[in-house]
């Protein structure tokens, strides 16, 4: 149940944007195929960690993701 705005709305907004949205599911009881919603309307990717040490690679995935800006 949703308490705000719809997430999936939201993530297609920001991806109007030109922001991405990246989900993550932690754990075995996580909703992973509401969360692939939310990214895929984000332009991002979505992550599944089981485990603290996936979680880790995870965040490692997405930042090597990330494009640095410079001047």
Known sequence: ??????????????????????????GTGANQSDMQAVAEAGNGNHYHAPDAAALGDVFTQIAGSIAILTE
Do not use: K, L, M
């Open 1 to 26: 149940v949703y308490t705000a705005a719809n997430p999936v709305s939201e993530a297609s907004a920001a991806d109007g944007d030109n922001i991405f949205v990246h989900t993550i599911t932690f």
